[in-house]
């Protein structure tokens, strides 16, 4: 158990639709980050988030945002939705030391979302 | 447990061998380079980490080689047990962490 909880495990909506995706990272971590996972494009980052700011973004598109909240948590919104957003949506966390990430990410189980 | 990609590289070892997972990365300055692991229907798990002033670094039962002049990583995984099937990403840092797509180790009892 990596201590980030991720949910809904799965989710299964339709084309146009809003989705909402929860990570709690590990206690003290005061970074996340959101992973898509699809068959075809391995793990691409989308956005990193630092003690509630974003810190660093990375292919995530425009219909798709993210927030960090004061206890941390996050959560990544994926609206008007299409069906290559199907995959998977993995949250992690990580240790900063001195406002710099160690390299170690501390990954959940992941969300899988289809959408048909 | 679920797939994460049927479309990866694969590795197929005996039990008790030792494994070479190769990894090409693009960014000459990437200062950092891990390893993960990915098991079915789970998150990757951090197995071993090298920084770019080193060549080689050793864990247990794990090490990675660092060849900055071709921009190559490997993983070596010795007395391979089934256990360690899964998918094996390299990733490296720059700014942030961008992951290599992964190779899959299949292991034989």
């Known amino acids: 158990d990596s201590g980030v909880t991720q949910t809904p495990k799965h989710l299964i909506t339709a084309t146009g639709q809003r989705v909402t995706l929860r990570c709690s990272p590990r206690?003290?971590?005061?970074?996340v980050y959101w992973y898509q996972q699809s068959l075809d494009q391995g793990l691409q980052f989308l956005i990193q988030?630092?003690?509630?700011?974003?810190?660093a973004k990375g292919n995530i598109l425009e219909r798709f945002s993210a927030q960090q909240f004061p206890d941390l948590h996050s959560e990544l919104n994926l609206s008007s939705l299409e069906l290559g957003d199907s995959a998977l949506y993995f949250c992690?966390?990580?240790?900063?030391?001195?406002?710099?990430?160690?390299?170690?990410?501390?990954f959940g189980e992941g969300s899988r979302l289809t959408v048909l | 447990g679920e797939s994460v990609g049927l479309h990866l590289p694969t590795l197929s070892v005996q039990e008790g061998d030792n494994s070479i997972i190769n990894c090409a990365y693009s960014?000459?300055?990437?200062?950092?380079f891990i390893w993960y692991k990915q098991e079915s229907g789970k998150g990757p798990q951090f197995i071993i980490d090298?920084?770019?002033?080193?060549d080689k670094r050793q864990g247990q039962r794990v090490t990675v080689l660092l060849n900055k002049t071709v921009k190559h990583l490997s993983l070596q995984i010795a007395a391979t047990q089934p256990g360690d099937s899964a998918v094996y990403f390299c990733?490296?840092?720059?700014?942030?962490?961008?992951f290599g797509k992964g190779t899959m180790l299949l292991v034989s009892p």
């Open positions: 992690a966390s990580s240790v900063e030391v001195g406002g710099f990430n160690t390299g170690e990410l501390f």
């Open positions: 988030y630092y003690n509630g700011e974003e810190r």
């Open positions: 990733a490296e840092s720059y700014s942030t962490l961008t």
């Open positions: 960014n000459s300055a990437s200062d950092y």
């Open positions: 090298i920084r770019s002033n080193m």
């Open positions: 206690s003290g971590d005061l970074s």
